[in-house]
């Protein structure tokens, strides 16, 4: 489907501004499930700097349109139609009042406002407002809003909305009200509201300027003691954003609310945030030391877009990556600070190795199939299917890319200018380049480029020393390879690329870097070189004996870099470099070589082996024990079966399985004694402790277990997972201990034990929707066997009681962790895993077409893959584009298959 040929797509190139403004809006809600009346009174002028309309045109989605009156008085020439409301012939400043009704209680998508667990709330990003009340339901119109809500008292005890409470008072009939004003001017999107019975843990604190600010965290009552992290993230947000870059709580009160039916994770309304449970609540009997981090990550995030998002906004959804990049970034390095302050680089590295894993894996995959699109994409059908991982992740290394040319000041320098230049404003990715530019005196017309061009780009490196001239040349070349189609189109030129190298030497120290041309070598070990030719040399001077480069240190940029480095010289860097990313990287480097070698033969059918000295480099990682053992459990860790996949030639996904199943096998019986070693000594006694060391270690541990599941002989290990299932005071080590029994049974058909402790979990946790979310997950992404196909065990745990299709956190654990989560079970050459995934996308088409859209993004890079699995997966999609209704999941399928 070529973008020209489409109806409906929407271009960057078509920006307009809006024909008329809206200064103000007063809401006001009348809350009834069934059919919730809304009356949204206007101040409407037209824009200056825009070219005359005669006719108002503003959006409405599923609405029944009840009146209009202009300046108080009735309006006739109003037209409700499909797509909302157009007022013909209106004056150049007017009173706009529409009144308007929706049912939330039908509401499934989640979008605009609905109903979840009997209580409101609404979700409006990107064109949920719409659905709420017919409106410029655009980014680029920012108005001051002020919010009326009306609901019985007994069933709606609690009535909130964005900003500070006005008022509230009894209303004849058992009813009630709540007024609200936001002080800010903000866009539709960022209008919330949430009515019901729920209870908030609060805090008061100080802001830095000494003003009392009054937090809140909402939940549903039987969820109160499983907020105090999300709290205290809070406060630790509020902190680090005014010690790192000067930016405090604007507002007198900041609340967040959990809901259990959500679309994503979380959303950023002004003073408002509202958040997925799963990101909210967390004691330790009901959450794993990923979730705790994961919500201080999150409650950070929407915290830190109160200003790069809401207090400077997007001029269209084209610079969503302006708020999203950005705000990425920010929460990344708000959770490094928090794990390693600004120094431990040890520490700071493996939340930086995390988010690496999950950008190779995932955006890296996104940017080589049809959906791959520039960080700032230049069309869409439906905004909804551009919260990629380009847009979010790429787009937050693409802002690490500043700080990492210009150093921590220089980018704190182009933020300050950003927010002096454009507070109150809805501006674009240029704007904020431009102030990163001029706040540092540079011109990054080049730089732009990153915005505009898909695709990951490929850096081979050649050296040369010169021993005679102590001279070592590093030659860099720059290009995309053989990128998708979606991608190829939109690369034009060579791309600034910060390439930060360090030089070590024969006794496994950094060596001093002097560049040609300079006086002397720098303190620093690790240079930052600015690659913006396609092919570039960098010759270092006075270097003494021939080194072993470190290349593209700490990631310091989203690129694949080519080097053909020796096993031994991937082992060397694993046992020295300085830069911990690297030694990571080495390792995994050394891991992929060698499970995509063992593919290769899996997939003709040759008897697969091992080299002793792979084994040999994963031991000496296993007992060192200088090493953090946060550390240790990332580079022990091999490479996924999805990212491997990816690597192919041709994707094979049972090859991979194998492959990957036989290196960890064979790690684990080499290393047995080591792996026992390993568990007895990380274990975390006593009480449990939510710290970053006391993680490391349950990881570490954690990470035996898995391996000593693999044993040929499990019975150890079933007899420690049992143990540890039984005597866990927290889930991370419940969980782990769970998914060890499955593991280890998988190749006998199951196991007593692994029942037994399957049936225990439930029962144990049938009160807590986010574990039994858990419990669906781990037996979704179980390894299967031939004679029991994981495929059988969830079409029977789609009967489950529990399960719920309209519950997006429960398809999820359920369906998308099969079908995103478990390559060789989903793949299966039957096809039985395709014909699931075309049922689900086509039930949830008719439910929820957000989540459905992303559920059919599983199956994009179906040309990559061995013949028989690529018929499959076409003649999947196919029959979901033949069937779906809605614009989201329409476009996905369709780009994937034109
Ligand atoms: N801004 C929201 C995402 C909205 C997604 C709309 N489909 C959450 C976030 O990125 O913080
Ligand atoms: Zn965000």
């Known amino acids: 489907m070529a973008d020209t040929a489409t109806p409906n797509v929407i271009r960057r190139a078509d920006y307009a501004p809006p024909a008329f403004l809206i200064d103000t809006v007063a809401l006001e809600f ?9 009356r949204n009174t206007m101040r409407v002028r037209r824009n200056p700097d825009a070219s005359h309309a005669s006719n108002f045109e503003l959006m409405g989605e599923q609405l029944e349109f009840v009146n209009a009156t202009i300046d108080g008085a009735p309006f006739a020439q109003a037209h409700a139609h499909e797509h909302g409301l157009t007022l013909d012939n209106v004056p150049d400043s007017f009173e706009l009042t529409l009144t308007s009704i929706c049912n939330p209680a039908e509401n499934t998508t989640l979008s605009g406002l609905y109903v979840s667990g009997g209580n409101f709330f609404t979700q409006c990003e990107a064109e949920g407002f719409r659905r709420i009340t017919y409106f410029l339901d655009r980014p680029d119109v920012m108005a001051t809003f002020t919010v009326t809500l009306r609901a019985s008292k007994a069933d709606y005890p609690v009535l909130l909305s964005n900003g500070n409470l006005l008022e509230e008072g009894e209303l004849p009939d058992g009813r009630h009200f709540a007024r609200w004003e936001d002080p800010f001017r ?44 999300a709290m205290d993230s809070l406060i ?3 902190r680090w954003d005014e010690s790192r870059f000067g930016l405090e709580l604007d507002l007198d009160r900041f609340m967040i609310v959990a809901v259990s039916d959500f679309n994503m994770g979380a959303m950023e309304n002004k003073g ?47 610079q969503l990556s302006l708020k999203e990049g950005l705000t990425v970034f920010r929460d990344q390095e708000f959770s490094a600070d928090m794990a390693g302050g600004a120094t431990d680089e ?38 909804n299917n551009f919260y990629t991982m380009t847009v979010y992740e790429k787009g937050s290394e693409v802002v690490r890319m500043y700080q990492t040319l210009f150093g921590r000041d220089g980018f704190r320098k182009g933020m300050d200018l950003y927010f002096k230049r454009h507070d109150g404003q809805a501006v674009t990715c240029d ?64 791309l600034l690329i910060p390439f930060a190298i360090g030089l070590i030497g024969k006794d496994g120290h950094d060596l001093a870097l002097q560049l040609e041309g300079e006086t002397r070598a720098s303190e620093a070990t690790t240079r930052v070189l600015e690659f913006t030719q396609t092919e570039q040399t960098f010759t270092f001077v006075n270097v003494a004996q021939e080194p072993l480069p470190s290349l593209l ?76 053992p946060a550390f240790r459990e990332l580079a022990l860790m091999l490479p996924s079966e999805a990212y491997l996949a990816e690597q192919m030639a041709e994707s094979n996904p049972a090859a991979v399985h194998a492959a990957r199943q036989f290196v960890r096998k064979r790690l684990a019986n080499a290393l047995r004694a080591d792996w026992l070693a390993v568990y007895e000594k990380h274990r975390t006694p006593g009480a449990y402790e939510a710290t970053p060391e006391a993680s490391g270690h349950r990881a570490l541990k954690n990470l035996a277990l898995s391996y000593l599941a693999e044993l040929d002989d499990p019975a150890e290990a079933v007899r420690l997972a049992s143990a540890q299932y039984d005597a866990a005071n927290n889930m991370t080590d419940r969980s782990a201990a769970l998914s060890a029994l499955l593991n280890a049974s998988a190749a006998n058909g199951g196991s007593v034990e692994a029942q037994q402790a399957l049936d225990d979990f439930y029962r144990r946790f049938e009160k807590e ?51 995103a989560a478990n390559p060789a079970q989903f793949h299966a050459e039957d096809g039985s895993g395709y014909a699931f995934w075309a049922e689900q996308v086509i039930a949830l088409d008719a439910i929820n077409p957000q989540v459905a859209a992303r559920l059919a993004r599983s199956l994009e890079l179906w040309r990559r893959f061995t013949p028989t699995l690529r018929d499959g997966m076409r003649a999947a999609l196919e029959k979901v584009a033949s069937q779906v209704k809605s614009r989201d999941v329409r476009e996905i399928v369709e780009k994937a298959l034109a």
Not at 212 to 223: G, M, N, S, T
Request: aromatic share 10%; glycine share 4%; net charge neutral.
């Open 431 to 494: 704007d904020f380049r431009h102030a990163l530019a001029d706040a540092n005196g540079r011109d990054l017309a080049q730089f732009e480029r990153w915005y505009s061009q898909a695709g990951t780009p490929r850096v081979s490196v050649r050296t040369q020393y010169d021993a005679a001239q102590q001279r070592y040349s590093v030659t860099l070349t720059q290009g995309y390879g053989d990128t998708a189609p979606a991608a190829r189109e939109t690369q034009k030129g060579p």
């Open 553 to 628: 240190r700490n990631f310091s940029a989203p690129v694949i870099v080519e080097y053909d480095y020796s096993a031994d010289q991937l082992a060397f860097l694993l046992a020295h470099d300085s830069d911990p990313f690297n030694r990571w990287e080495a390792g995994q480097r050394l891991a992929t070589r060698e499970l995509l070698t063992l593919a290769g033969r899996a997939a003709t059918g040759v008897p697969l082996q091992l080299d002793d000295s792979v084994v040999a480099a994963f031991a000496r990682v296993l007992t060192d024990e200088t090493l953090s």
């Open 236 to 238: 630790n947000s509020i």
């Open 186 to 229: 903000k866009p539709s999107y960022l209008f919330a509201l949430v009515a019901g019975k729920l209870v908030a843990l609060e805090e008061r604190v100080k802001s830095g300027s000494g003003k009392e600010k009054l937090l809140q965290v909402w939940v549903e009552p039987h969820d109160l003691d499983k907020t105090r992290h």
């Open 769 to 819: 929707p986010l574990v039994i979310d858990k419990w669906f997950a781990l037996q979704a992404t179980q390894r299967g066997s031939a004679q029991r196909p994981v495929i059988e065990i969830v079409r029977k745990l789609m009967a489950h009681p529990a399960f719920n299709l309209k519950n997006p956190n429960r398809a999820r654990s359920l369906i998308f962790s099969f079908c």
């Open 272 to 318: 408002l945030n509202i958040f997925n449970t799963k990101y909210v609540l967390a004691n330790p009997e009901t959450a794993t030391d990923t979730d705790f981090a994961n919500i201080e990550a999150v409650v950070g995030h929407e915290y830190f877009h109160n200003w790069t998002g809401n207090r400077v906004t997007c001029r269209d959804w084209f």
């Open 30 to 38: 009348d809350l009834i499930p069934e059919r919730t009346v809304v």
């Open 346 to 383: 040890a520490a700071r590295a493996t939340k930086r190795i995390e988010d690496v894993r999950v950008l190779r894996q995932m955006q890296f995959a996104e940017d080589a199939g049809p959906m791959a699109h520039p960080v700032r994409p230049e069309s869409y059908v439906e905004i």
